[in-house]
């Protein structure tokens, strides 16, 4: 890591910054045995790093005086207050959320009616089609007819029955 | 939870703040009670390092033990417990930071706020002129400057430093918080404690005080090189 040979150095600052971070680690013990070792060692030859690891503990020592604050009285009252409106909200969501499967199952039983309500009404003109066959067919005779009135009257002197037995 | 996996049985059996969390997840809101009380000092202090407003360090301390309450369903115990809420409060702290600078209030509020307020720059830069009579600096003043050089540093490098100063937190722990390797941690620090000792040390050696300008902008560049790769 560094000349361990080296009683003093000049300038000061020209400790590298991986040799911050070793001392820095070494501060916070996260240097694992032999790395800790190395750098006691080190330490005790080298002034200019002795310096450089005191100015980086005052460093730490000084954050101690950022003030300090403390909970309100109410905080943990009104956290918890929060905790129950939220399991509430909670709820009323799985509430909701148990409701789908209703609601899906009844938009597909009204997709389901309109579907069969619409085959049916269709059936229906059909069927009128059907029993009105007879008149469709003869729709253009009817036409020259003019009148229900008068078919009425050539019905009754037989001249519909006359056709049919000739055939 | 980011970071490496270990045994989950180890927290449980480990850490009796996993085994509460664990009792909240079966909704015991006695559980619930007794985390917010363990951690609610030990979070604003944190935030309030961060935000540099009570105010608002208190709701967001509650932001996260709400969030903390919210997820319990899914609550699995992949960590310390305090790594997994230092981790939410990392998360909300760097949301709340984004919106107030977005809105260009941070420096009014930071300026404004606390009881601290009677020390501002202008006095410091006077004291430090030596235009004042040369004194030993009472303990707001230097709370203050020690505030004040918190405040060169950035974001990260705060975080890093209050979980490691005030939590106790090792570096795989404040990695696994802050989504970072351990190595990053190491050069985040070491850049954090370097900052601050130059901005600190005209203090530190004649009592006086000199707010050198933040972290110049080189240290910051090769720090982001390094969190990158």
Redesign the interface.
Known sequence: MMDGHSTTRSPVNAIS?DE??E???YL?G?LDEASCARLEAQLLEDEALQMKLN??S???D??D????????AD??K???E??VV??KR?STGNSGKRLWPVRILLLCAAVLLGFFASRWMQQDDDRMLVEDFAVIENLDLYRVGGSIEFLEELDEQGLFTRGQNRE | MSGKKRPKKNYVETDPDVRLMLEVREDSAAAFEELVSRYQTRLINVLNHLVNKRDLAEDLAQEVFMRVYRSRKRYEPGAKFSTWLFTIANNVASNARRSLSRRKEVNVMSRSSGELRAYPLATMAEAASGLMPTRQLDKLERAEIVRLAMETLNERQRMALLLSKFEGMSYQDIADSMDLSVPAIKSLLSRARVNLKSVLEPYMSAGNISMKSPVPEESELSEAKELAE
């Open positions: 910054s911050h971070d001392l820095v680690a916070d996260e100015e980086l005052k460093v730490w000084m954050l005086s950022l003030p300090k604050v403390a909970a309100t905080f943990t009104s956290t918890m929060m905790a939220s399991t909670e």
